[in-house]
């Protein structure tokens, strides 16, 4: 993956070279479809990326992926998918013919600092309430794998949540004294979260995709925006986020 930065490079030149003035002059705008978990890094690398592209915007729509691959299945405009997993990126395969192994997360039991929670069986106590992604979605798929893998945990959570930043939200606010979320999120919340790694590292696990959206109008200019996701300073921003790089 190392060499696809170069090779679109090498790509765009001709295709910008060729480009109208008054084209790359015009207000640039590029949607991109993104894994809820992407949100607060992304929004970082887009401040990054304007400072050298002053009449871009960079329109996100952060959602579960299989709410994004359902949207564009039906149809719905967008330029770039960033998928939390390869399941949903297939699922949205007639529009993303090409994807590439981008970064991986993994999912971890998270708790309120101080709080009730302090190990894996501790889930099982009564009156300890804790929540997960719906199955569907890929921290859900996560979960149930690294739940299954550690086999301790016998109680069932209040609510499977259609996303990952919905799990979040209600366990920073203490609705809430657990929640099986990623280790990005975490950090991200360092000032009030800890978390219990699961000890099968595999089983929890979820592996990031990312691709251009056929027939996408700014298909050549999409193209920069990827070149610079998958540059190596952006690489570095999402590894200190939390994110794995992908070999």
């Known amino acids: 993956m190392n060499k696809l930065p170069l090779l679109l490079s090498l790509v765009l030149v001709g295709a910008l070279t060729s480009m109208p ?14 894994a809820s978990s992407l949100a607060d890094t992304y929004k970082e690398l887009a401040q990054s990326f304007s400072k050298s592209h002053k009449n871009w915007r960079i329109a996100f729509s952060f959602q579960a992926s299989s709410t994004l691959a359902t949207q564009l299945n039906a149809g719905a405009p967008a330029d770039l998918f960033v998928s939390a997993s390869k399941v949903e990126m297939a699922q949205a395969k007639s529009r993303v013919g090409r994807p590439l192994n981008y970064v991986s997360n993994r999912v971890v039991v998270a708790f309120k600092t101080g709080g009730s929670v302090k190990s894996f069986a501790d889930l099982n106590k009564s009156g300890v309430i ?14 149930d794998s690294a739940l299954k893998s550690k086999g301790i945990v016998t109680s069932k959570p ?17 609705e809430v004294d657990a929640a099986i979320i990623y280790h990005t999120d975490v950090l991200a919340n360092s000032k009030t979260l800890s978390e219990l790694a699961f000890s099968n590292p595999k089983s929890a696990l979820t592996q990031y995709q990312i691709g251009l959206v056929s027939k996408s109008k700014n298909a050549a200019l999409t193209k920069i925006f990827l070149n610079f996701l998958l540059s190596k300073s952006s690489m570095q921003v999402m590894k200190e986020h939390g994110f794995e790089i992908s070999k």
Request: charged share 10%; hydrophobic share 45%.
């Open 158 to 174: 209040v609510s499977y949540e259609p996303k990952v930043s919905s799990a979040v939200a209600k366990l920073v606010s203490g």
């Open 130 to 143: 804790w929540i997960q992604c719906a199955h569907e979605v890929p921290c859900g798929q996560a979960a």
């Open 21 to 34: 003035a008054s084209r790359t002059a015009q207000q640039i705008t590029i949607t991109v479809f993104a």
